[in-house]
Every structure is written in structure tokens, then in C-alpha cells.
């Protein structure tokens, strides 16, 4: 059965960051499963052009460029006007579903009375929790998040967490729903011809980092830890790719501070189709998150690298990283430091961890293994749920 699906995802689309990645898999994979897609989406990002699928742009917010990562003023005030273009597109459509993402649960859950088309709950992450971990919310406002959270998730026909963390806030909220956990998935293509790009190299050995340098990510943690190693006699540098000018600046300070700064190097972003032959020069990738509960997008290109990932040992991490394919370390400089020094002194422990990883993620998190996660959550239980709400319709 084919669908007609409204995706509305409250994000910059498409840039290089975690959940525009995820909406970009999403749709492909919806489109190359023969379902029609409309997707409504910040005005801000680059066009693309994936099968089945139109992309509809929310108009543009005076002072709304630069989305930053999670919850923002920004970010709230395009929600405010994508809500009346979400409105005015199930006025105007026959949609049989709607994927909402993060967010957009709330503006469908309020419109659901009006249209009755039902949506699923698209959740990269508890929205109470991360509002929480960036600003310290009073309890009677977390609580009150919270329960809006429960509603949300209990007005879905289904959820598509992206982690098992993020399943069982589900699964608590909703013990009945159905729940498919959709794993992000390796981004980048190795093989043994991958080479760093022309004259970027080391003669140390090489502790990498990608992402964004907003708090949460721990690379301050990664960096006291890394200061601690190399005080300690270990011979390395790290690499840091990503951030903006703002957060550069203050990461660089703090590796100044440390005294290892002249072994620290801050390259800022640079494009995904490029992270292969960056990550090649790696001898260590690392995931040093502090906060959260999903687990980083990162993660799953880091274990598909052939480099040893060295990791928190936080539920982020754990939910999918074990001592199998990880080095997991304690959220403290310390274990940071240790975790290291362990890893660059054994070469066995790290091709052991590495090819471990890529095992695990041939089997587990490949873009196919998503795709059969997909597609048969909508086949097994969302299309029979339309069915029969589409046949009670008919019988009243």
C-alpha cells in the first residue's frame, strides 16, 4: 500500500548535523519505498532532490539565520510560523499520515481534532530533557513539559525513537504503542584506498572529534582528558572538526588553559563527503558526550571507520556500545586520560575494538537494516492500524 505522508520536521533542511541527516534517511527511505512525501521544513539548508518527494519551505523569520543545534529562541519563533503552514496544507491535502518530528507532535497533536489524520511521532529526543540540560528548567515546568511530552506520544498512532533510551520514555508514557527504534546509520564510505586530504597530516599519532561543540557533546571533558595524557608522557594530537567561530574560541581557550594547546588542533566544519578521507589520519575516534539520552549520529560512522572509538560510559553510549567495540571511560578527565594512554599504547586492543565495531554495524546499523526496520514498522503495524480506522470511517 502506498502512502501519501506529510513529514514536518522543525529543522534546517538539509544541513550536515544530526537530526537533518535523519530526516534526509527518513525521506529517502520512504520515497524509494514507493510512498508520495511532502515534507515542510526550515527555510534555512541546501536543496535536494530525493525520489517521491517535495520539500516545502516555512517562510522566513527576521534573525532566525544560523540555527543552532537544539532548543533556541530561533528555533521557536519558525515553529510559530510553520504551525499555520501545516494547518493550511492538511486543509488543503488528503494526507493518510503524518510523520512529525521532535517538536511538530505538539502543532499535529493540536490539529488532530480538526483533519484527523493520524501521525507518528518521529522522537530523536525528549524534548523536557534537553531543554533541561541546556537551561535547568524549575520542576513544576519540567513536569509540565513532561506530561505535554505524554500527551504527544499518546495522541500517535506509533513511535519511531532513534535509540532504545528514547524507546522506553515511549514505552513508559504509552505501554500499548506501537514502537519501532530507528538507529541512525553509518554516513561515511571506507575502503583501503581512503587517504587523508593532500598535505593534513600528523607525526603523531591522532585522537579525533566530530561534531558540533555545543556543551553536551563533552569535548571540553575530551580535551582536560587529553591535556592529562599528554602531561602524562602519551604522544598524540587532537583533532577537532566542526563548531562555529563562537564555540572554537572558547574550546581553544580552555586548551590553552590545560598547556596542551600546541597539540590540539581546531580545523572547524568541514563537508560530510570529506569526513572519510579526514577520519583516514585518525588513529582514535572519540564520542566524549556528558548529557542526553540519545545516542549521537556520530557514533555509528565512528564504529564503520576501522578506528577504535573511545566513549563515555554514559547511557548515551551504552545503549549501543559495549567494552566489545568501545573503549568506555568515565565521564572524568582522569578515566579520559586513561582510556588514551590505553588505547595508543596496545595496536592489538585497537584493531581488536575496530573490527569488532564494523562487525557489529554491518550487522546492526547499515542503511539496509534501517530501511527493513522501516519498512516493515509501517507495513506490520501502521498500514493495518489505517485500514481499520479507515473502516470504521466508512462503517459510521
Same mark, same amino acid.
Given at each position: 500500500m502506498s502512502l501519501k505522508i506529510l513529514v514536518v520536521a522543525p529543522q534546517p533542511f538539509f544541513i550536515q548535523r544530526g537530526t537533518p541527516i535523519a530526516v534526509r534517511m527518513l525521506l529517502q527511505s520512504l520515497g524509494e519505498a514507493g510512498h508520495r512525501c511532502d515534507a515542510i521544513v526550515f527555510p534555512e539548508g541546501e536543496d535536494v532532490d530525493l525520489p517521491n518527494v517535495q520539500v516545502i519551505r516555512a517562510p522566513r523569520v527576521p534573525g532566525t539565520k544560523g540555527m543552532p543545534p537544539g532548543f533556541s529562541l530561533k528555533k521557536l519563533l519558525v515553529d510559530a510560523a510553520m504551525f499555520p503552514m501545516l494547518a493550511w496544507r492538511l486543509l488543503r491535502h488528503r494526507y493518510d499520515l503524518v510523520i512529525a518530528v521532535e517538536e511538530a507532535a505538539f502543532m499535529t497533536l493540536v490539529l488532530k481534532p480538526f483533519f484527523r489524520v493520524p501521525y507518528i511521532y518521529d522522537i530523536d529526543s525528549s524534548i523536557p530533557e534537553q531543554i533541561n540540560d541546556k537551561f535547568g528548567l524549575p520542576s513544576w515546568l519540567n513536569t509540565a513539559l513532561t506530561? +505535554?511530552?505524554?500527551?504527544?506520544?499518546? =495522541?500517535?498512532?506509533?513511535? @519511531?525513537?532513534?535509540?532504545? %533510551? $528514547?524507546? &522506553?520514555?515511549?514505552?513508559?508514557?504509552?505501554?500499548?504503542?506501537?514502537?519501532?527504534?530507528?538507529?541512525?546509520?553509518?554516513?561515511?564510505?571506507?575502503?583501503?584506498?581512503?587517504?587523508?586530504?593532500?598535505?593534513?597530516?600528523?607525526?603523531?599519532?591522532?585522537?579525533?572529534?566530530?561534531?558540533?561543540?555545543?556543551?553536551?557533546?563533552?569535548?571540553?571533558?575530551?580535551?582536560?582528558?587529553?591535556?592529562?595524557?599528554?602531561?602524562?608522557?602519551?604522544? +598524540?594530537?587532537?583533532?577537532?572538526?566542526? =563548531?562555529?567561530?563562537?564555540? @572554537?574560541?572558547?574550546?581553544? %581557550? $580552555?586548551? &590553552?588553559?590545560?598547556?596542551?594547546?600546541?597539540?590540539?588542533?581546531?580545523?572547524?566544519?568541514?563537508?560530510?563527503?570529506?569526513?572519510?578521507?579526514?577520519?583516514?589520519q585518525a588513529t582514535i575516534v572519540a564520542s566524549p558526550r556528558t548529557q542526553g539520552r540519545n545516542t549521537p549520529m556520530k557514533v555509528y560512522s565512528y564504529l564503520d571507520s576501522g578506528r577504535p572509538l573511545?566513549?563515555?560510559?554514559?547511557?548515551?553510549?551504552?545503549?549501543?556500545?559495549?567494552?566489545?567495540?568501545?573503549?568506555?571511560?568515565?565521564?572524568?578527565?582522569?578515566?579520559?586520560?586513561?582510556?588514551?594512554?590505553?588505547?595508543?599504547?596496545?595496536?592489538?586492543l585497537r584493531d581488536r575494538l575496530a573490527r569488532q565495531a564494523a562487525e557489529r554495524v554491518r550487522a546492526e546499523f547499515s542503511p539496509a537494516a534501517y530501511r527493513r526496520k522501516l519498512t516493515g514498522f509501517l507495513e506490520n503495524e501502521i498500514i493495518p492500524r489505517l485500514r481499520r480506522r479507515a473502516s470504521a470511517a466508512g462503517a459510521t
Open positions: 506530561a +505535554a511530552e505524554r500527551t504527544a506520544v499518546r =495522541g500517535s498512532i506509533g513511535a @519511531i525513537p532513534c535509540c532504545q %533510551a $528514547l524507546g &522506553d520514555i515511549v514505552r513508559d508514557y504509552a505501554p500499548t504503542l506501537p514502537v519501532q527504534t530507528l538507529e541512525d546509520v553509518s554516513l561515511v564510505e571506507f575502503d583501503a584506498e581512503t587517504a587523508p586530504p593532500e598535505g593534513w597530516s600528523y607525526e603523531s599519532p591522532v585522537l579525533m572529534y566530530i561534531g558540533n561543540l555545543e556543551g553536551y557533546q563533552g569535548v571540553g571533558l575530551l580535551i582536560e582528558g587529553f591535556a592529562k595524557a599528554v602531561a602524562d608522557g602519551t604522544e +598524540a594530537h587532537l583533532v577537532v572538526i566542526g =563548531g562555529t567561530p563562537d564555540t @572554537i574560541e572558547t574550546h581553544r %581557550a $580552555l586548551a &590553552d588553559r590545560t598547556g596542551a594547546g600546541d597539540k590540539i588542533t581546531f580545523t572547524g566544519p568541514r563537508p560530510v563527503e570529506e569526513i572519510a578521507r579526514y577520519m583516514a573511545l566513549a563515555t560510559r554514559l547511557p548515551t553510549h551504552t545503549q549501543v556500545l559495549d567494552d566489545d567495540i568501545a573503549m568506555l571511560v568515565d565521564p572524568t578527565a582522569e578515566d579520559m586520560a586513561r582510556g588514551i594512554s590505553a588505547l595508543l599504547a596496545d595496536p592489538d
